[in-house]
């Protein structure tokens, strides 16, 4: 930019109002980034408890925004490997213009507000998505159970019917 305005032409800036009135020529090329944006494909997530659960935001900026993800006014560290912060495990990983946030095994307790913030020197942009972590189901099947019942009653009855048979055997020996 700086190149291609000659020096003898003094401009000041009209747009971006943080840079209105300011000469061209005391500004560096970061200094043209535009504020971030942050979106949502959907505001609330659902889960079960246990399962994995995965956050998404998309954030678009230049130059390309710093994505921090908050829960409870706690930072959650950006890395691409899992850490632990207050007993629970998170995986944060951005890739091009998306951000996510993976819970690892969801508790009830994960439940909440979880905040995607984007900054880049132009400014910050955020989006809040809610979570609801709801209870599995409890297995009402007893297929594994009735079958081994079913096993241990029929050994139960074949055992007592050679015992029985056994006994009769040996008392009509006993006869003859």
Known sequence: I???VP???VSECALPPRLMSQSWDRLDLEDFACQPEV???ASNFQGLEGDEVTLVCGVNGVPAPRVRWVRAGRLLSNTSSSNVNAGRTYMLRSEGQTSNLTIKSADIQDSGSYTCNAENRAGKAE?????AIEKKPESKSFGGRALMAGMAVSAVIVLSSCIIGLCV???RKKRQ
């Open 2 to 4: 700086i190149k291609n």
């Open 7 to 9: 020096a003898t032409v």
């Open 39 to 41: 979106s949502a494909t």
């Open 127 to 131: 989006v809040i998505l809610n979570l």
């Open 169 to 171: 055997y040996e008392s």
